[in-house]
């Protein structure tokens, strides 16, 4: 058996009798001070423990969402109809998808960006409109010219109203005359308007007619309209919400429409012409000229372009009289990040985020009226960032989030003006990296400072203490 002085003689901490201790006023005073240092040293050292310690790298991507990239918007457009919006999509690789409609909706605005009804359906439209061969035929005039005070009295004395919104220098509005006309002809010899008095077809020309063509949110030539009289549904000059006619414009089947229109019509009441049980080719005319535009496309990771212009096959533009002027309520590239994830982040890594919508709530508005064929351009350049933590020696991605800087200007055009956001992605990316911490490294910090702070207290006592008993000698030594 081990005896226990034996035990005893490797104890570090032997003991001195307190008999044999002084207490000084010196010694408490410093060991006050040492206590409130370590206090302080402790509370620094747990801080920094609590303390998220990141790492930043440049690396090249290694993106793990695929080869497409998400672009996500919200613009409004105040001048701009929501009948002949079109979203398209190109890249450096030969992409060109035009129109794009499964993942974007309209909605018609005023011009001060306020909706105006629900969201604007598009109808399908046919690729090939069918026109017809009387081009070298005499001309004849069959249908009504109109202006701004013959309008309105045509529009509430005939059940059904079509008109033909056109422009002479237009192609397509030089196309459709003839067969226009000579349809015109044949349904006032069939349908009498002073007899029947149930359609007529007009015509006006946008070119002489600017604020009636403006009135109607005209941008696109030609546009065929059709008005029904009924009771007032619009305050603006009491006129019942029309539609646009997008079938073929030859006459056999312009014909075959109008009777379609005048058929549910009874000849002896002449009733509202408010139900429409025709099927023609037509769909809800825009009630205001503008248009908001929301939702999202995906584009390859390579340099491309997001264009937002009028677009039609059968249609002409004025390019003078477009404005592509526009309010970006939103626009991010990448998966939509929700709030409180971001604002997570955000306490941990306070600068992130900060360009992941650099363009939201801006404004780019062509006030230069007198300047015409203005195209509105930005050139955005997307990087990457991705956040990561390691917790049980795993990494965990916790973000991933595509920041942009923007470029933006207004230039002038020979062709059609429109709103064009080219865009470039790096090939590199950010990386922020969660250094974790150890907490046995916190433990043995936490005992360096409690030594530490002891020892050194220790060594000013075992000074101070001894310094004053020197002093005390030598006062004595001058007594005596």
Known sequence: MISSSKIKSVDFYRKIPRDLTEASLSGAGLSIVAALAMMFLFGMELSNYLTVSTSTSVIVDKSSDGEFLRIDF???FPALSCEFASVDVSDVLGTNRLNITKTIRKFSIDPHLRPTGAEFHAEPVPHFIKHGDEV????????VPLNGVSFDKLSHQYPILVVNFYAPWCYWSNRLKPSWDKAAKIIKERYDPEI???ILLSKVDCTEEVDLCRRHHIQGYPSIRIFRKGSDLREDHGHHDHESYYGDRDTESLVKTMEELVAPIPLESQKLALEDKSNITKRPAPKTGGCRIEGYVRVKKVPGNLIISARSAAHSFDASQMNMSHVISHLSFGKTISPRVLS????????IGRSHDRLNGRSFINHRELDANVTIEHYLQIVKTEVVTRRSSREHTLIEEYEYTAHSSLAQSIYIPVTKFHFELSPMQVLITENPKSFSHFI???????GGVFTVAGILDSILHNTIRLMKKVELGKNF
């Open 74 to 76: 919200n613009i409004s």
């Open 136 to 143: 070298d035929e005499e001309s004849v005039e069959g249908s």
């Open 196 to 198: 029947d008095g149930r």
């Open 344 to 351: 997570d982040v955000k306490r941990l890594i306070p600068y």
């Open 444 to 450: 043995t910090n936490v005992c360096a400072i409690i």
